[in-house]
Nanobody, 115 residues
């Protein structure tokens, strides 16, 4: 089994920054992909960014140039650095890990950006 625990969410003013962290524990395979998704009220969960264990990253168009995903393989931790935050970035942010054809999710962390 795999457990994911997110941290770092909170309330920030527009234009501000936040850094999210997600620590994975349990049976972590060497080759996996970790990522961040978000879900705003009344909307579907959407991809924010994903990163392979090799460091290759992909981003949603809406966050390119503002968000940076990174990971520390030794700590099984993925990070999401968010700058120039906008009110439309307000959502619950979920971390996930994909390995061996299984997908695991964290419990989510709330990010609220005030205008």
């Amino acid at each position: 089994q795999v457990q994911l625990v997110e941290s770092g969410g909170g309330l920030v003013q527009a234009g501000g920054s936040l850094r999210l962290s997600c620590a994975a524990s349990g049976s972590i395979f060497r080759f996996n992909e970790m990522g961040w998704y978000r879900q705003a009220p009344g909307k579907q969960r959407e991809l924010v960014a994903v990163v392979s264990n090799g460091g290759s990253a992909n981003y949603a168009d809406s966050v390119k140039g503002r968000f940076t995903i990174s990971r520390d393989n030794a700590k099984n931790t993925v990070y999401l650095q968010m700058i120039s935050l906008k009110p439309e970035d307000t959502a619950v942010y979920y971390c996930n890990l994909f390995q061996l054809r299984a997908l695991y999710w964290g419990q989510g962390t709330q990010v609220t950006v005030s205008s």
